[in-house]
């Protein structure tokens, strides 16, 4: 039973990982990449280390409790990292596609 | 908006309540040593550091953080699936788009989790916050300030900042009471 529970997690947060990276791959310009890896990724992880968690307290004696650290810190560096690359891309003036809206609610900075 | 602590010995209550769970969760255990333990980081950290930190605003009302918490991450949840179906199905039929959002928010620590809590949540990732300034000034004029937002699919612009209006700020103006 929790040998299943352990291979759904695992198998939910795999491709979850995958289809970020798909998006990755996939997506026309910087800016629709960046949507992929910073939300596809976390419940993605969030559920690799659910089932780490579950196998390591169910082998092992006692709680194993650390991986809630480690989706904490995920949590917090997403949207961090995806904030500071999306800045730099358009300090840089990177191209989006032509068809993106609204293009002039950039403002210059100089 | 509360800037000091209702207690001098402790400065940054939410945090030494982080710090303590998260020497427990780094140690896995609870065992008493380890309490008594975190309890002294907990408080003599914050202590320690609290000249070189700015103040940041204290939250107010703590069940409602709470809440708003178990919204996001509720949100999280919905917004992962959502994008998994939109970078799965065909590019050519997304609609990419810069919106602005006008904020009432002031303070950079609100606006912090604003922005990342827009960027975990569907669709959204926040890119820029307008007027240029490396930090809010206090106490000077207060400048309307906006949120720019990149939107993988966008359809209707008002109905999102809307949304984000009201589902995410408002009850963070209400936590800070800013």
């Given amino acids: 039973m929790i040998e299943w529970i352990i291979s759904i997690l695992l198998l939910i947060g795999g491709s979850f ?5 798909i998006g990755l791959v996939k997506m026309p310009d910087f800016f629709m990449r960046l949507h992929g890896p910073t939300k596809a ?3 993605g992880m969030a559920s690799l280390l659910t089932a780490a968690m579950v196998f390591f307290s169910t082998t092992q004696a006692g709680l194993s409790v650390k991986e809630i650290l480690i989706s904490l810190f995920l949590l917090l560096t997403a949207p961090i990292s ?4 999306i800045k730099s891309a358009i300090h840089h003036k990177l191209d989006s ?11 210059d900075d100089c | 908006m509360r800037l000091e602590a209702r207690f001098t010995w402790l400065p940054t209550p939410v945090l030494s309540l982080l710090l303590f769970i998260v020497w427990l969760l780094l140690n896995n255990s609870v065992s008493a040593g380890h309490i008594v333990l975190a309890v002294i980081l907990a408080i003599v950290i914050p202590l320690v550091v609290s000249p070189f930190r700015t103040k940041q605003p204290l939250i107010i009302k703590p069940g409602l953080a709470l809440r708003h918490l ?3 991450l509720y949100d999280i949840v919905t917004a992962n699936v959502q ?4 970078i799965l199905g065909p590019t050519r039929k997304l ?4 919106v602005k959002v006008p904020l009432d928010l002031t303070h950079s620590t609100p606006i912090t989790i604003l922005a990342s809590t827009v960027s975990l949540t569907p669709g959204t990732v926040s890119a820029e916050i307008y007027p240029w300034s490396e930090n809010l000034i206090e106490g000077a004029e207060p400048e309307q300030v906006y949120l720019l ?14 949304t984000i209006k009201q589902r995410y700020e408002a009850p963070l103006k209400e936590i800070f009471k800013c």
């Fill in chain 2, 149 to 162: 937002i990149h939107v993988l699919n966008l359809t209707d612009e008002q109905a999102l900042i809307k």
């Fill in chain 1, 97 to 107: 596609i032509e068809r993106t809206k609204g293009k002039d609610n950039i403002e």
């Fill in chain 1, 17 to 21: 990982v995958l289809v970020g990276s």
């Fill in chain 1, 82 to 85: 995806g904030y500071m690359m």
């Fill in chain 1, 41 to 43: 990724t976390t419940l």
């Fill in chain 2, 70 to 72: 178990l919204l996001v």
């Fill in chain 2, 95 to 98: 609609t990419p788009g810069f």
């Fill in chain 2, 83 to 86: 994008v998994a179906i939109l």
